[in-house]
Each structure stands twice: as structure tokens, then as C-alpha cells.
């Protein structure tokens, strides 16, 4: 019973949920708010930063894009264009994502959609968990120019 005591108390002093990594997933929005039809919805990923015992407040460190393609499924997209880390319009006009840098187009899911665009990738998903009526994400930084996806530690 030590264990799950331990558990316990590590989860009552760090209330985000940390993978192997050390990147903890966090609460960014009620899944009632996202539109029921897929439509995009960016999001401001907001967390505190911890060290060692002493937490910041809460910042803002990044957007995304949240796309609910089911019930209770989430699909979560990076903001940042992987060609040149500019920030990616939703155009709801078009229904696609548009990066005004250097005109790279993305279709809903996230992947190219034109051949043209620059962007060496599709839009960069990230992990997302629905628990109850929240969504949480794991929300990190990916390199960009690149056509692999790599996580900036
Ligand atoms: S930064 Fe997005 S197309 Fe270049």
C-alpha cells in the first residue's frame, strides 16, 4: 500500500500529469465547447511552470487547434507552421488551414494541401486525452524545416 500512497501524494503536489519525458498534459478546454461538426477551435494552451517546489503562475505558452471528430474524440493541431514556425490561419471560408508567410495550405486534418506549399510536413498533431468533460493535451514544440517530425526538448 506504500505505492499507491506514494502515488497519490506525488499527484497532490504536482496536479499535471507528467509522461516519461517530464511534459505534463494539460487541461485546455470542456469538450462541450468544441462544435459538434469538426470546425476548428484555436485554443490558448495555459499552464504553470514548476521548479522544484516552487510553481509560477499560470502562462500562456501556445496555441492549437482542437477539432472534435466524434463524440468524444479529439483531434489536436500546432499553430506553428512546421515550415517556418509562423502561426497558421483557420479560414473558415475554405475550410483549411492557410500560413500567410509563405502561402503553405493545410485541408482540416492537418495535411498538405496543396503540393506547392513549402512546409516540409503536415500541421504537427499532438497527444490529446479526453477525461470526462475536458480535454488535455500534451502540448510541445516541434523543429521546424524539417520533414521529420522532432520534439525541441
Ligand atoms: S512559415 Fe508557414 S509557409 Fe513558411
Redesign the pocket.
Known amino acids: 500500500m506504500i505505492v499507491p500512497a506514494a502515488a497519490g501524494l506525488v499527484a497532490w503536489l504536482d496536479p499535471l500529469a507528467r509522461d516519461a519525458s517530464g511534459t505534463a498534459m494539460v487541461r485546455v478546454a470542456a469538450l462541450e465547447a468544441l462544435p459538434p461538426d469538426g470546425t476548428p477551435r484555436r485554443v490558448t494552451v495555459v499552464a504553470g511552470k514548476r521548479d522544484g517546489w516552487t510553481r509560477e503562475p499560470d502562462v500562456p505558452l501556445g496555441a492549437i487547434y482542437l477539432r472534435r471528430t466524434a463524440k468524444d474524440k479529439v483531434v489536436a493541431l500546432h499553430s506553428v507552421?512546421p515550415?517556418?514556425?509562423?502561426f497558421v490561419d483557420y479560414q473558415a471560408e475554405r475550410k483549411s488551414f492557410f500560413?500567410p508567410?509563405?502561402?503553405?495550405t493545410f485541408a482540416m486534418d492537418g495535411s498538405i494541401n496543396d503540393p506547392k506549399s513549402?512546409?516540409p510536413r503536415p500541421m504537427d498533431t499532438l497527444q490529446v486525452e479526453v477525461k470526462g468533460d475536458d480535454v488535455w493535451v500534451r502540448f510541445v514544440q516541434y523543429r521546424t524545416g524539417i520533414k521529420e517530425k522532432v520534439e525541441v526538448t
Open positions: 507552421c515550415h517556418a514556425g509562423c500560413c508567410c509563405h502561402d503553405s513549402p512546409s
